[in-house]
């Protein structure tokens, strides 16, 4: 029998308490006596009243409703979900990192800086760029700090007409969200039947009014841009810039960089490509990599050597400013950081040895049931479209609730767009070849049970602690809070 | 070799694997980046370390650092030395959590949905909001999303800022309003607070959004009874930005009439971090519910007829609307915003009051003394909850220069973002701070010449 789980708010007593506090010892002033009364709360703060044991067993149980990558194989597309080594969470919880306060004297943060400035090294390797930020937060935080820059180069450079940043079919959503909030209009570039972006019609919209193409590559659907060389000439002829969404850089590590293939911006989504968690939805850290002539444009401050000492460099009169209050998520850098120093070179060329080796085989295994579009090698990642499948009657999002029940997290489901009932599939470089023959034997058995019963699976999961939940509901009618009856 | 035990294929794996596939070698699997792109040497990275040498070199780095258990510290600006009960740790812990990723499978999501959905209501207990998300990255980003939010609901383009909410916070939000084209003004301050005199003058039907803050970044209490009426007069959105931990005795920002409440989470359970990850806060009144920013959680039922969550109104978001979303952000903040939930759950009620009431007790204590010193004085008359600004008789880097002699990180100096407050110093004291522990920075400031 299936059961919901009661709420924080459904629990507890008045009066019980889950915490314990030293008492105050200065001189005590009511409240009243410190601030005006009208300054004050009007009614008593409402939360929940819980010892510490109930607090510890609700969240245990919300816990053992929750998959992560260490419950079991998360082939979630495009999101890298890889193993998270446990020794990159001890290190950041050293209390000489986690415990920093952002304000410290320069000389009370060597140690930090020196990781920032090392870690700064690393990726411009990684990557081929000439300089980084870590101050992004995200990998769309770092879209729009990336726009931002290359706007102001533009701007720098009395460039004022350059308005609109070119995206294909393919991309992320975050890209075009990201044009826009940059204050650019979004134009669309279709895909060729090579799955590739269509040359020609790019050749057609890029003009004097062209700040950027922002390019994921290897694409949302797992393949290289084979044409790069050839697009990135075409943008720098018309004076554009080329961006560079570093989301999928786990296909190509020690093979090419981006900077060598004439991106001028990358941003890098180190909770993927470089092994943190995305703690169930974050944080994550979006450092941006630029090319020289827009390293005047980065935001402040930028961490900087000189002899021995490492130092904050403000001094850079054409930066954009800030994109987040401090430096980024220096907690998620160092976690960063322990993978590289632990993989080093050939290590992380291996991992995209093994991630891109996991991707083709696996494909290998499932084309013999599923149509798999745009028939070539594929990097690390690859999108079965479950069109025929929907035919019979359940499709990419009834497939995935297929796949719960086996105990594997589905694909992402419908996307990107191009492909019809997307199952885009990303296996990762840390799955043993067993995991994804059993992940294929399932995948096999949902074919067999939909040509079988289409229906039933359609009507599933049976095996998951709640049943299929209802999303119309929730957005017809939102309840976006508990409330007191 | 270092990390290679995270990589299970062996080399037998490989060969039968490339066999399935039907190809010759790895380097078949990579021909398809052109030959002049491709890298055709090794990375120049240091060599692979250990487990055991990669926690050494750590450590090392580490050991460079002071920070708030080597030092005493009387920093905020923002970020604040707050107790963080142990069991949050063994909560963010629990891998279940932290390894994944957002839920868009709700069926085996019900975990950290259902925390987000508490996260959610707990920071509309507090502020008095309607609806939350489920977090941006910082209180920076979430003042420049709330100002822009205004924008969209009104289909304005300008926002006026007042010169009290946080340089860090305008920093970034003029970054914002800059890029995207959008208009933004900073209302003046007056003797430490926003001068509503000016805010009178400068606001039109052109304004969207007023951005203020509470307490504001001298850590004083603005009076803002009425500034609602003559912001909604003019049919803009008042976005306030908050210390959640502020608000267990502060007058809620909807009791202000606040729209939209923005704001710095990290006093709830979270470490400092260096400045990341933080926890960007942003609630608001139900009528702004379309143009918020990120995930949020709602309530539905499922197949059994059983309570359950979900991510929903998602067609605000980019996934579904692209470049008509009301934002791009998508991984958020979302295990710290789990961290403030556990820690909010365990507090209670009780605690958080607590905690508020020993803040404002020991930041009226430390005022009281450093104030009373020769040569310290009050930059501003007012009422401060756990911060405050001090004038003090010489440069506030040499002050922090001795204090740091005695492992005490002293206040921030202020004039760098307010030239015109030359050696002006914030002192924050949360209630981790001991009377003990005042005293000693009183008696170190009061022999500093
Ligand atoms: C291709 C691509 N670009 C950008 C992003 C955005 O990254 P983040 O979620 O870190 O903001 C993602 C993440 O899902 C992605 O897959």
């Known amino acids: ?485 | 070799m270092g990390g290679n035990h995270y990589l299970p294929l062996t080399d037998e794996d490989r060969r039968e694997m490339l066999k399935v596939i039907g190809v010759d070698s790895i380097d078949d699997l990579f021909s398809d980046i052109p030959a002049e792109v491709r890298l055709k040497r090794d990375l120049d990275l240091p060599p692979a370390m250990s487990e055991l040498e990669a926690v050494k070199h750590l450590n090392s780095l580490a050991a460079k650092n002071k920070h708030l258990n080597s030092c005493t510290s009387f920093m905020g600006a923002g970020v604040y030395d707050h107790f963080i009960p142990s069991v949050i740790k063994h909560i963010t812990g629990r891998s279940e959590f932290y390894t994944s990723y957002t839920p868009y499978q709700p069926e085996i999501s019900q975990g950290i949905l259902q925390a987000i959905f508490e996260y959610q209501t707990m920071i509309c207990q507090l502020t008095g909001m309607d609806v939350a998300n489920a977090s941006m990255y910082d209180g920076g980003t979430a003042v420049a999303e709330g100002a822009v939010m205004g924008c969209g609901a009104t289909r304005r383009s300008k926002a006026l800022v007042s010169k009290s909410v946080s340089p860090f916070y305008r920093a970034v939000l003029k970054n914002y309003f800059n890029s995207r084209g959008l208009e933004l003004e900073e209302i003046p301050i007056k003797e430490g607070f926003t001068d509503f005199s000016k805010l009178e003058e400068m606001i039109d039907d052109q304004v969207a959004s007023v951005i203020l803050q509470q307490p504001n970044f001298f850590g004083l209490v603005e009076d803002l009874d009425g500034v609602a009426d003559l912001v909604h007069n003019h049919k803009a959105a008042l976005v306030m930005s908050v210390d959640p931990l502020s608000l267990p005795v502060l007058k809620a920002p909807a009791d202000y009439g606040a729209d939209i409440v923005v704001g710095e989470g990290q006093a709830l359970g979270v470490p400092p971090s260096f400045g990341g990850p933080l926890l960007g806060i942003m609630a608001a009144r139900s009528k702004f519910v379309r143009q918020l920013p990120g995930r949020i959680a709602g309530e539905t039922v499922d197949s059994e007829g059983n309570r359950g969550f979900v991510l929903t109104l998602q067609t605000r978001e980019q996934h579904i609307r692209r470049e008509k979303a009301s934002s791009n952000i998508c991984s958020n903040e979302a295990l710290v915003a789990l961290a403030a939930a556990v820690y909010m759950a365990s507090m209670g009620p009780q605690g958080m009051r607590e905690v508020a009431e020993q803040c404002a007790q020991k930041a009226a204590y430390a005022f009281e003394k450093i104030t009373a010193l020769d040569g310290f004085e009050a930059a501003f008359k007012g009422h401060n909850f756990k911060e405050f600004a001090v004038k003090v008789p010489g440069k506030p880097e040499d002050l922090n220069q001795k204090l740091l002699q005695k492992d005490i990180l002293g206040g921030v100096d202020i004039a760098p973002f307010y030239p015109e407050l030359e050696q002006t110093m914030l002192f924050a004291v949360t209630e981790k701070r001991t009377r003990e522990e005042i005293d000693t920075l009183v008696r170190e400031l009061e022999g500093w010449k």
């Open chain 1, 1 to 485: 029998m299936r059961k919901a789980k009661a709420l924080l708010f459904e629990m507890g007593r008045p009066g019980r308490q889950g915490y314990s506090l030293p008492s105050n010892d200065v001189p005590e002033k009511s409240l009243e006596e410190l601030l005006p009364k009208k300054m004050l709360r009007q009614e008593p703060l409402e939360l929940p009243e819980l010892s510490e044991v109930e607090v510890i067993r609700h969240y245990t149980e919300l816990s053992t409703r929750n998959f992560g990558v260490d419950t079991g194989f998360y082939p979630l597309g495009s999101c890298t979900m890889k193993y998270n080594p446990k020794v990159n969470e001890d290190v950041a919880a050293l209390p000489g990192f986690a415990l920093m306060h952002p304000c410290q004297p320069e000389e009370t943060v060597q140690g930090a800086l020196e990781l920032y400035y090392n870690m700064e090294q690393h990726l411009k390797e990684l990557t081929g760029m000439d300089r980084f930020t870590m101050q992004p937060s995200a990998g769309a935080h770092g879209e729009l700090t990336g726009l931002m820059v290359i706007q102001a180069y533009h701007r720098n450079r009395g460039d004022h007409d350059r308005n609109k940043v070119l995206i294909p079919v393919t991309a992320h959503g975050t890209n075009p969200a990201t044009v826009t909030m940059a204050g650019y209009e979004v134009i669309q570039i279709p895909a060729d039947e090579r799955g590739n972006v269509d040359l020609e019609a790019l050749k057609e919209v890029v003009d004097e009014t062209t700040s950027a193409l922002m390019l994921t590559n290897p694409s949302t659907l797992g393949l290289f841009e084979e044409e790069i060389v050839e697009m990135a000439k075409v943008v720098h002829d018309a004076g554009a810039l080329l961006y560079y969404d570093g989301a999928n850089l786990n296909a190509i590590m020690g093979y090419a960089r981006p900077g060598d293939m004439g991106f001028d911006v990358v941003h890098l989504n180190i909770h993927k490509t470089l092994s943190t968690p995305h703690g169930g939805g974050g944080p994550g850290s979006g450092p941006v990599g630029v090319k020289e002539r827009l390293i005047p444009y980065l935001p402040v401050p930028l961490v900087d050597k000189k002899e021995d000492r490492f130092y904050f460099d403000y001094d850079l009169p054409d930066s954009i400013g800030k994109v987040q209050s401090f430096y980024g998520n220096f907690g998620v850098v160092v976690k960063a950081y322990n993978y590289v120093c632990m993989m080093g070179g050939a290590g992380l060329k291996q991992v995209s040895t093994d991630a891109v080796l996991n991707s083709n085989y696996l494909a290998s295994l499932l084309q013999k049931t599923y149509f798999i579009p745009y028939d070539r090698i594929r990097k690390h990642e690859f999108v079965v479209s479950a069109k025929p499948e929907k035919k019979k009657g359940a499709g990419a999002g009834d497939i995935a609730k297929a796949l719960l029940d086996r105990g594997f997290h589905p694909p992402t489901v419908y996307f990107p767009l191009i492909v019809d009932e997307a199952l885009m599939t990303e296996p990762n470089d840390t799955e043993s070849k067993e995991t994804l023959d059993d992940y294929a034997r399932a995948m096999e058995e949902i074919a067999r049970d939909i040509e079988e019963d289409a229906e039933k699976v359609a009507a599933g999961p049976y095996h998951t602690v709640g049943g299929r939940l209802d999303e119309v509901r929730a957005a017809r009618s939102p309840v976006l809070r508990w409330q007191k009856e």
